[in-house]
């Protein structure tokens, strides 16, 4: 089973950017889509979009659009998330998953990456 692990997080300061990465240990193309999510202290895990791996196709939580993007680099076995103008509510760790075929996360869950926004 492909493993996805995350990087890219730190501190940045509000309306800064930052682009974390999610990188499969075997080919991504066994994985049929990839979510990102991102859990901030005291709150639930939250969905912050997908990103299909054969064609691309993405889709975001209504709150982040504009502002958060994913891509993948198919070669490189690689998901992104490039996410700018950051808020301190951005503030979280931000996880990768793969997703099944009904859209849910099947994979194990990852230590993350944290993200912090400084205001």
């Known amino acids: 089973q492909v493993q996805l692990v995350e990087s890219g997080g730190g501190l940045v300061q509000a309306g800064g950017s930052l682009r974390l990465s999610c990188a499969a240990s075997?080919?991504?193309?066994?994985?049929?889509?990839v979510g990102w999510y991102r859990q901030a202290p005291g709150k639930q895990r939250e969905l912050v979009g997908t990103?299909?791996?054969?064609?691309?196709?993405?889709n975001y939580a209504d709150s982040l659009k504009g502002r958060f993007t994913i891509s993948r680099d198919n070669a490189k076995n690689t998901v992104y998330l490039q996410m700018n103008s950051l808020k301190p509510e951005d503030t979280a760790v931000y996880y990768c998953?793969?997703?099944?075929?009904?859209?849910?996360?099947?994979?194990?869950w990852g230590q993350g990456t944290q993200v912090t926004v400084s205001s």
């Open positions: 990103i299909t791996i054969a064609f691309g196709r993405t």
């Open positions: 998953n793969a997703l099944g075929a009904l859209g849910r996360p099947i994979g194990s």
């Open positions: 075997g080919s991504i193309f066994s994985i049929n889509a």
